[in-house]
Antibody, heavy 120, light 111 residues
Framework: QLQLQESGPGLVKPSETLSLTCAVSGDSITTTNDFWGWVRQPPGKGLQWIGRIHYGGTTSYNPSLNSRVTISVDTSKNQFSLNLTSVTAADTAVYFC????????????WGQGILVTVSS | QSVLTQPPSVSGAPGQRVTISCTGTSSNIGARFDVHWYQQLPGIAPKLLIYANTNRPSGVPDRFSGSKSGTSASLAITGLQAEDEADYYCQSYDNRLSGYVFGTGTKVTVL
């Protein structure tokens, strides 16, 4: 059974870089042609897509975050990562990782999510 | 930013039928991209409920059904149960933004 687990600091200072990792277990990240993505949810608000990556390295990002986001993949560790630079309080959110189906674009499964708070 | 519009809330008594609309534009749902639906229970990660407009993943009760027409899609819950009280989100792809887009979310309340 495919499982995803986010990890990283729960507190980041303003202007610094938020870095999270999503560990994939139950299957290799290179087995399928699917993408691997990040979604966030500010407290009490809706879902916002951040971006996605294919194990071959192809990426796409939300235009509203494009200049600050980098998603990378490490196939040897079966994981992918998110870097978000120059964070502000508006980046405080629960961050989820998920597999993004290449055949239809749905996200399944999802990680449990990790709350990241931006505060000094 | 949410590109797909959903009603903020819907409610119904146990056993009733409720529907949630998801309205998009010509660059997403209207461009024939598939619509997917997620259920999010309080404090829990979203769970895929309907994929590719009408399909239910294994384990999802057949009380949940999806449809799509033009620039809109709908999620119907028949035989509403207390455990269905949650937030529901639609999702599609937008070719103008070159990425996924989510709906604004709908809170379902069981009276």
């Amino acid at each position: 059974q495919l499982q995803l687990q986010e990890s990283g600091p729960g507190l980041v200072k303003p202007s610094e870089t938020l870095s999270l990792t999503c560990a994939v277990s139950g299957d290799s990240i290179t087995t399928t042609n699917d993408f691997w993505g990040w979604v966030r949810q500010p407290p009490g608000k809706g879902l916002q897509w951040i971006g996605r990556i294919h194990y071959g390295g192809t990426t796409s990002y939300n235009p509203s975050l494009n200049s600050r986001v980098t998603i990378s993949v490490d196939t040897s560790k079966n994981q992918f990562s998110l870097n978000l630079t120059s964070v502000t309080a508006a980046d405080t959110a629960v961050y989820f990782c998920a597999r993004c189906s290449n055949s239809g674009g749905w996200l399944d499964p999802w990680g449990q999510g990790i709350l990241v708070t931006v505060s000094s | 930013q949410s590109v797909l519009t959903q009603p903020p809330s819907v409610s119904g008594a146990p056993g009733q039928r409720v529907t949630i609309s998801c309205t998009g534009t010509s660059s997403n749902i209207g461009a024939r991209f598939d619509v997917h639906w997620y259920q999010q229970l309080p404090g829990i990660a979203p769970k895929l409920l309907i994929y590719a407009n009408t399909n239910r993943p294994s384990g999802v009760p057949d009380r949940f059904s999806g449809s799509k027409s033009g620039t809109s899609a709908s999620l119907a819950i028949t035989g509403l149960q207390a455990e269905d009280e949650a937030d529901y989100y639609c999702q599609s792809y937008d070719n103008r933004l070159s990425g996924y887009v989510f709906g604004t979310g709908t809170k379902v309340t069981v009276l």
